[in-house]
């Protein structure tokens, strides 16, 4: 058997994004069953970037499959000091079952899983973010009947055309959504995201598109979202960023244009006041929490399909 990555979402068909879910959704419910299932396995966590969801939801899963993880930062690893990535994957191969970073340079968790002998999963890179992403429909997905409850739905995503963004578009073909995305002039996704995501969207029937206003986005959704403005590593753009990101609020306003049934979603931590406001992160709505909670399940299901081999 080859190995498995999860680089991108774009990487997995729809079928394997349904069995993902339909593994997650198993674990969820019976978390006894596969207590065992990564057992004397041990997965090497790389942070260049700090985090309170991916550590611990990744950290937690091991444990609760009967395996180790080890937290490697930039400062505890010859990485941070100048070691290639080349040497840093073969060795980690030598050592552990699987590898999770969460990196600035996407090329670093692309030369991991080129050079490494081992299953990478991607944590977040500047590009990409794959597990929240996962989590994010397959929250959608228990809320609205399953994996087929999800045909035909719209998700809109209002904010800075970033990471999540990418992963979110590339997300919503594989399981029959449209995806409307609402950004400032300058904030746009990457072309070549969204090339890719809307190559996707047409073999799928579904479609993406960028628009400016955030209710025009809104307009018939049954999932609103959005992320902070100024990301970890832009912080000395967040003045700046508040002031072009003005009306691009998820509120009242915003979430009265979706579904009646629509849930609000983010991926936190949220600043409530700026890209969205407390009374729709703290609303009846919202379903940040449930999200949260599920990049555990969702990302237990990645790792029993790449570290243990689960067919799905």
């Not at 902070?228 to 009242?252: H, I, N, P, T």
């Not at 599920?294 to 990645?302: I, P, T």
């Amino acid at each position: 058997m080859s190995v498995r990555h999860l680089i991108s979402i774009h990487d997995l068909s729809a079928d394997q994004v349904r069995g993902l879910f339909e593994l997650a959704a198993d674990v969820k419910a019976k978390p006894e069953k596969y207590e065992t299932a990564l057992h004397r396995k041990c997965l090497g966590m790389i942070f260049q970037k700090s985090s309170t969801r991916t550590r611990v939801s990744f950290e937690a899963g091991m444990v609760q499959l009967g395996g180790h993880a080890l937290f490697l930062s930039s400062r505890d690893i010859q990485l941070g000091r100048g070691e290639t990535i080349h040497d840093t994957a073969q060795v980690l191969s030598r050592y552990v079952d699987g590898v999770m970073a969460r990196t600035y340079a996407h090329q670093d968790v692309l030369d991991l899983a080129r050079y490494g002998t081992i299953p990478v999963i991607n944590g977040l890179t500047d590009e990409l973010h794959p597990c929240q992403a996962l989590a994010d429909y397959f929250t959608l997905s228990e809320i609205f009947g399953g994996f087929e409850g999800l045909a035909g739905r719209k998700i809109a995503y209002v904010g800075d055309g970033n990471n999540m963004c990418h992963s979110l578009m590339l997300g919503a073909a594989k399981v029959g959504m449209s995806i409307a995305v609402a950004c400032p002039e300058g904030y746009d996704p990457k072309p070549e995201y969204l090339e890719l995501a809307k190559g996707d969207a047409a073999a799928a029937g579904v479609s993406v598109e960028v628009v400016r206003d955030p209710k025009q986005a809104a307009a018939g959704a049954s999932a609103v979202y959005t992320d902070v403005f100024a990301s970890m590593g832009q912080e000395d753009e967040a003045a700046k960023r508040l002031k072009d990101f003005e009306g691009y609020m998820v509120d009242a306003v915003v979430m009265a244009e979706a579904e009646k049934d629509a849930v609000f979603l983010h991926c936190l931590p949220c600043h409530r006041g700026e890209e969205v406001s407390a009374e729709v992160a703290d609303g009846p709505q919202s379903r940040i929490f449930d999200e949260a909670e599920n990049r555990l399940h969702a990302q237990k299901a990645v790792m029993l399909w790449a570290m243990a081999g689960l067919e799905v």
